[in-house]
């Protein structure tokens, strides 16, 4: 069985440590150290992973992920490459479905924060796994979103999502149909087809969980 979530973790480590601690990432704000600091908190630190998806726990998340951040960043990187086997998003058999997405996501941060970027060509297996997450991560992100979307990947299908009204068309290979419903729409090398209008408040609209 593919090891995706592994052959993730180990490129995004290296290019981290390739780039140093201070290269920026397509989060906002955050540096390669920033990034390294969180993952270590969502697979270390069940006590603060909550504010990663929960605001009145943010705080204490943050406050803890800053204090991770601090420490050298060799070592924070060489912990993100080797997970706790008693980790409840990265021991032996929760790895896979866990991180696949996940690290898919955080190499591809640091991959197009920087010029001369391309997407990857991603082998046909990795493409049919991510395209099996885009429609529940399509249905989470849009579930609010005021049109009707036709999400496609050419060869793999199609999902309809959203609450209705105008119709628009999303269209790309699985890996960019990730990013760009993960909330990195301007790194997202997808075709959006609709009403301007519509089409513009998809693009800049915040998407994620």
Excluded: C
Aim: aromatic fraction near 6%.
């Amino acid at each position: 069985m593919p090891r995706y979530a592994r052959a993730e973790r180990e490129a995004l480590a290296d290019l981290m440590l390739e780039l140093g601690p201070d290269a920026p990432t397509v989060n906002e704000g955050w540096t390669t150290r920033d990034l390294a600091a969180h993952l270590l908190v969502r697979e270390r630190r069940p006590d603060a992973a909550g504010g990663i998806l929960l605001p009145p726990l943010r705080g204490h998340g943050e406050a803890v992920r800053l204090r991770v951040a601090a420490g050298p960043y060799a070592d924070l990187v060489g912990r993100v490459r080797r997970p706790p086997v008693w980790s409840p998003v990265s021991n032996p058999l929760t790895d896979e479905l866990a991180n696949a997405v996940e690290f898919f996501i955080h190499h591809e941060d640091v991959r197009r924060a920087g010029a001369g970027w391309h997407p990857r060509d991603l082998p046909t297996g990795q493409q049919a796994m991510l395209w099996k997450r885009v429609g529940l991560l399509a249905r989470m992100a849009l579930r609010r979103f005021p049109a009707e979307v036709l999400v496609q990947a050419p060869g793999h299908g199609e999902v309809r999502v959203g609450r209705g009204g105008e119709r628009l068309r999303l269209v790309g290979a699985p890996g960019e149909l990730i990013l760009f419903l993960s909330g990195r729409q301007r790194v997202a090398r997808v075709q959006v087809d609709g009403p301007t209008g519509a089409a513009d408040r998809l693009r800049a609209a915040e998407l994620g969980f």
